[in-house]
């Protein structure tokens, strides 16, 4: 089972819209996704089921807040299984096509926003041994728990749906994690901070291996970036326009590694996916334009496979 982390510092670059349609294709191509929504806006679980059912039947009890909530109170944490739903539109449209791929999902909560500071009072410790064991715990609590999933559940790879930031709950997603994936749109703000943020992945495995080098229970961790992938993309004359090569060549240069593949820019058509629990990746279109974007974005499930080697 891999696991990988969709992150970006900067909200509104299309993380969600690259991790659902990721997820779909792959599904799709009969792999078993897990997704796992560690967002506060939660964009990916309304991507897939609706608000109403979320209010009804998820939000007190199957959530990723949860998980987190039974961490800062001291309590025994739920097995991960059983904050798994299976959407329904979406597997039934599998389903109906003779698909043997699934999509299972974790929702996130709107209130998973205060979670952090709740989990920032366990890492005092009165000794360093004391500081170790609440570092590690707190830290290294999601990468044992999808291990344990992974034992019982036949899931191909888990998408973690990462919140712009760098609070604990993202470096659990980050430790927890095989693989790195940044989805960035082209432009000043969105590629600022990418050398920064792979500093930040850098330092905190780091911190932790250097406390988990002395444990006997945690091991270290390492996982890849594999690349940036470029979304909203401008098209002029079959390329992106000139301001955007500009920023994807300057990103080129920050050596990491940057997919070929694209999600080119169509506001009308990723907001509306959402509302019908069916990422775009899996409709029909007869637009031409539409279908190009569908297309684009199989290319990039390709090079991405390619990259994990599934």
């Excluded at 109170?73 to 003779?98: A, C, H, R, W």
Aim: glycine share 4%.
């Amino acid at each position: 089972m891999e696991i990988v982390a969709v992150i970006n510092y900067k909200g509104g670059v299309g993380k969600t819209t690259v991790t659902s349609n990721l997820a779909a294709n792959l599904a799709w191509r009969g792999k078993n996704v897990l997704i796992l929504d560690m967002d506060a806006q939660s964009s990916l679980t309304f991507s897939f089921v609706t608000p109403d059912y979320w209010d009804k039947s998820l939000k007190d009890t199957k959530t990723i807040k949860n998980w987190f909530d039974c961490i800062s109170q001291g309590n025994p944490t739920m097995p991960l299984y059983d904050l798994v739903i299976n959407p329904d539109v979406v597997n039934s449209f599998l389903k109906s096509n003779e698909k043997t791929g699934n999509i299972d999902l974790i929702s996130s909560h709107l209130g998973l926003i205060n979670v952090d500071l709740e989990l920032a009072t366990l890492l005092g410790g009165a000794s360093p041994t004391q500081t170790q064991k609440k570092y590690l715990k707190v830290h290294g609590k999601l990468r044992e728990e999808l291990k344990t999933l992974s034992e019982e559940m036949n899931y191909d790879i888990v998408l973690i749906d990462c919140p712009p930031n760098f609070n604990i709950v993202t470096k659990n997603a980050l430790i927890a994690s095989d693989k790195i994936l940044i989805p960035a749109k082209p432009d000043y703000l969105s590629t600022l901070g990418i050398d920064y943020l792979k500093k930040s992945v850098d330092s905190l495995i780091n911190d932790f291996n250097h406390y988990a080098s002395t444990d006997e229970i945690h091991i270290e961790v390492n996982p890849e970036l594999i690349g940036v992938v470029f979304t909203m993309i401008q098209i002029l004359s079959g390329e992106p326009i000139s301001i955007q090569r500009q920023y994807i060549e300057q990103t080129r240069k920050l050596d990491v590694p940057v997919f070929n593949s694209k999600f080119r820019d169509n506001k009308t058509m990723f907001a509306d996916a959402p509302r019908d629990g069916m990422p775009v990746v899996l409709k029909s279109y007869s637009n031409k334009t539409y279908s190009d974007i569908v297309t684009e974005i199989k290319e990039f499930v390709d090079e991405f496979n390619i990259k994990l080697g599934i």
